[in-house]
């Protein structure tokens, strides 16, 4: 099992930043990815950004390209979102979560952190 949470978030102004992080604890050693995902009211959840936990290489959605920029810090067992001209369409609430293998889904998400931005 591994266990997630999330911090960072809170109401902004558009155009403003916020950096999310993501502790991870537990069975950790398995770690093949780690991403953020987000979920606005009456959407259904969305991929944000991913890193491979072994070289780092990252993939982020469209709507975030250019905006937000996924990192981690595996002395930490920590990945972090950082979040660059946000817009209100960025308002939801963002889970972190664990791939442990590439054949698998996302199996082990945090308890979500509320991001808001006021246009």
């Known amino acids: 099992q591994v266990q997630l949470v999330e911090s960072g978030g809170g109401l902004v102004q558009t155009g403003s930043s916020l950096r999310l992080s993501c502790a991870a604890s537990?069975?950790?050693?398995?770690?093949?990815?780690m991403g953020w995902f987000r979920q606005a009211p009456g959407k259904e959840r969305e991929f944000v950004a991913r890193?491979?936990?072994?070289?780092?290489?990252?993939g982020y959605a469209d709507s975030v390209k250019g905006r937000f920029t996924i990192s981690r810090d595996k002395g930490k067992n920590t990945v972090y979102l950082q979040m660059n001209s946000l817009k209100f369409e960025d308002t939801a609430i963002y889970y972190c979560?664990?791939?442990?293998?590439?054949?698998?889904?996302?199996?082990?998400w945090g308890q979500g952190t509320q991001v808001t931005v006021s246009s």
């Open positions: 890193v491979i936990w072994s070289n780092g290489i990252t």
């Open positions: 979560a664990v791939q442990s293998r590439a054949d698998r889904n996302f199996e082990f």
């Open positions: 537990g069975r950790t050693d398995s770690t093949y990815s």
